[in-house]
Nanobody, 123 residues
Framework: QAQLVESGGGLVQAGGSLRLSCEAS????????MAWFRQAPGKEREFVAL????????YYADSVKGRFTLSRDNAKNTAYLQMNSLKPEDTAVYYC????????????????WGQGTQVTVSS
């Protein structure tokens, strides 16, 4: 039902910042848990961050705590991932995911996915 489109990726130097956006259409955005995952070359997709629907909280992978911030604007049907102090190991395709039932760090828990946006951090 929901369609997700990521944007904001690009090439930055180590220590720089990027802000990713995930715009949703269809469904009721405020009812969806929103998460970000990433997949680096030759690696499996991994959890990055999760923000629960209204009344919930935010959760981050240990590798990005203190550097990444996930937020949402329900009026704009958009979730944001602010990425600061970027490192070369953050290089990956970043995917937005959504689900209106449960919430989880697991890939299989999410019903809807965006097409991904490339983030490349040079050293």
């Amino acid at each position: 039902q929901a369609q997700l489109v990521e944007s904001g990726g690009g090439l930055v130097q180590a220590g720089g910042s990027l802000r990713l956006s995930c715009e949703a259409s269809g469904g009721t955005f405020s009812s969806y848990h929103m998460a970000w995952f990433r997949q680096a070359p030759g690696k499996e997709r991994e959890f990055v961050a999760l923000i629960l629907r209204s009344g919930g909280g935010t959760y981050y992978a240990d590798s990005v705590k203190g550097r990444f911030t996930l937020s949402r604007d329900n009026a704009k049907n958009t979730a944001y991932l602010q990425m600061n102090s970027l490192k070369p190991e953050d290089t990956a395709v970043y995917y937005c995911a959504a689900d209106n039932r449960g919430s989880s760090y697991a890939i299989q828990s999410y019903k809807y996915w965006g097409q991904g946006t490339q983030v490349t951090v040079s050293s």
